[in-house]
């Protein structure tokens, strides 16, 4: 079974430009979730996507933003992008079933701002 | 808030020999964690997972403890090998999102 794809793999923008990445999940999995990770703040979770609704929200202001689409796909969008928000960009999918929550996650995005 | 810790940034191990990894969690309501390993310029790829009905459990190689009384769980590796050098986190995922530790580097030398 394939596993969690994103694209695109690296990807470099200004200060104040917006950007959207995709996550195609593993094959049958629903739960979509979008984490930022970088060297000072370690892995922190952004929003999770269920059957096309954002379940959970991180503490990130609402220039980022995401959706899910009715095949489980996920984008994630930043707008007006700031230097801080150069991060690797990780999407993690689940079943969500009872006892099969383990989210597995994509080789990431990894995100530079100039 | 929720928070989950790692105890060392690295960890040097000579190789075969056996690796722990600790980790401390404060919710004490917490049932799910996971263990994870990251290698450079890759995503975290799921190592083992553990339920708080649970104390330990073993995988090929890994063994998770999980003591509730005082809110910690060690990852312990056999036979360190060369391939297992990454970042080692621990999450918490008694929740929708998983609260991540700090991790810990595993460095393994000849």
């Known amino acids: 079974k394939a596993g969690v794809t994103q694209t695109p793999r690296y990807l470099i923008k200004t200060r104040g430009q917006q950007v959207t990445l995709s996550c195609s999940p593993i094959?049958?999995?629903?739960?979509v979730s979008w984490y930022q990770q970088t060297p000072g703040q370690g892995l922190q979770f952004l929003f999770e996507?269920?059957?096309?609704?954002?379940?959970n929200k991180g503490n990130f202001p609402g220039r980022f933003s995401g959706r899910q689409f009715s095949n489980s796909r996920s984008e994630m969008n930043v707008s007006t992008l700031e230097l801080g928000d150069s991060a690797l960009y990780l999407c993690?999918?689940?079943?969500?079933?009872?006892?099969?929550?383990?989210?597995?996650f994509g080789p990431g995005t990894r995100l530079l701002v100039l | 808030g929720e928070s989950v810790g790692l105890h060392l940034p690295t960890l040097s191990v000579q190789e075969g020999d056996n690796s722990i990894i600790n980790c401390a969690y404060s919710?004490?309501?917490?049932?799910?964690f996971i263990w994870y390993k990251q290698e450079s310029g890759k995503g975290p790829q799921f190592i083992i997972d553990?339920?708080?009905?649970?104390d330990k459990r073993q995988g090929q190689r890994v063994t998770v403890l999980l003591n509730k009384t005082v809110k910690h769980l060690s990852l312990q590796i056999a036979a360190t090998q060369p391939g297992d050098s990454a970042v080692y986190f621990c999450?918490?995922?008694?929740?929708?999102?998983?609260?991540f530790g700090t991790g810990t580097r595993l460095q393994v030398f000849p």
């Open positions: 993690a999918s689940s079943l969500f079933l009872a006892g099969e929550e383990t989210q597995y």
């Open positions: 094959s049958g999995h629903r739960s």
């Open positions: 996507y269920f059957s096309e609704t954002q379940r």
């Open positions: 919710n004490s309501a917490s049932d799910y």
């Open positions: 553990i339920r708080s009905n649970m």
């Open positions: 999450a918490d995922g008694n929740t929708d999102k998983l609260i």
